[in-house]
């Protein structure tokens, strides 16, 4: 059983940053593949960003391609999402997951945090 606790969330204003992070506690966290969802009142949860077990391979939606980045440090069991240039449309409360393959991790994660809300003013 893995255990995902989201920090790093908060009010910003556009083009400011945030830094979030995922920490994981109480199994193998660093063989699982890890991402960033987001859901927007009204809006589906949708995949921003994932990164792999390795951290050799990552993905973003088109969306935030090259104002987010997705990273993992598995020696601290955390797994980081920073975002630059931030718009209102990003707002959202944003949660991370964990899954033991790429496929599961787009459709059926096996593990949620929380979430945590960001806000973006204009």
């Known amino acids: 059983q893995v255990q995902l606790v989201e920090s790093g969330g908060g009010l910003v204003q556009a083009g400011g940053s945030l830094r979030l992070s995922c920490a994981a506690s109480g199994g193998t966290a660093r063989h699982y593949y890890m991402g960033w969802f987001r859901q927007a009142p009204g809006s589906e949860r949708e995949l921003v960003a994932a990164?792999?077990?390795?951290?050799?391979?990552?993905n973003y939606a088109d969306a935030v391609k090259g104002r987010f980045t997705i990273s993992r440090d598995n020696a601290k069991n955390t797994v980081y999402l920073q975002m630059n240039s931030l718009k209102p449309e990003d707002t959202a409360v944003y949660y991370c997951a964990a899954a033991k393959t790429t496929i599961a991790l787009t459709t059926t994660p096996d593990y949620w945090g929380q979430g945590t809300q960001v806000t973006v003013s204009s």
């Open positions: 990164i792999s077990w390795s951290a050799i391979t990552t």
